[in-house]
């Protein structure tokens, strides 16, 4: 079955960095184009990032462009989110997120989620 598995959140300081990774199983990883999809507390969700299949193009919200940098390695069914200069205003649980075809149709897939948090 499906599987989008995030890690590498945590605290961190205002002007820090982190990684995110996001782990896939179940499908043909490298056939699809990928998001980084965030939701702060008590707020909606935010498209953050999107990466074609191939990685070579990508396409970033306003409010991350310059600091954030998404990328995918193909051998390895993981995609990344690297982000710099972390803000307050970036404390959010981030998700990695794609329409996938599982046999059935398509339909959208969701990872648990990984905690990110920006304070001094």
């Known amino acids: 079955q499906v599987q989008l598995v995030e890690s590498g959140g945590g605290l961190v300081q205002p002007g820090g960095s982190l990684r995110l990774s996001c782990v896939a199983s179940?499908?043909?990883?490298?056939?699809?184009?990928l998001s980084w999809v965030r939701q702060a507390p008590g707020k909606g969700l935010e498209w953050v990032a999107i990466i074609n299949s191939g990685g070579a193009d990508t396409i970033y919200a306003d409010s991350v462009q310059g600091r954030f940098t998404i990328s995918r390695d193909n051998a390895k069914n993981t995609m990344y989110l690297r982000m710099n200069s972390l803000k307050p205003g970036d404390t959010a649980v981030y998700y990695c997120?794609?329409?996938?075809?599982?046999?059935?149709?398509?339909?959208?897939?969701w990872g648990q989620g990984t905690q990110v948090t920006v304070s001094s």
């Open positions: 997120s794609g329409r996938i075809n599982d046999g059935t149709g398509e339909r959208d897939y």
């Open positions: 179940g499908f043909a990883f490298s056939s699809y184009a």
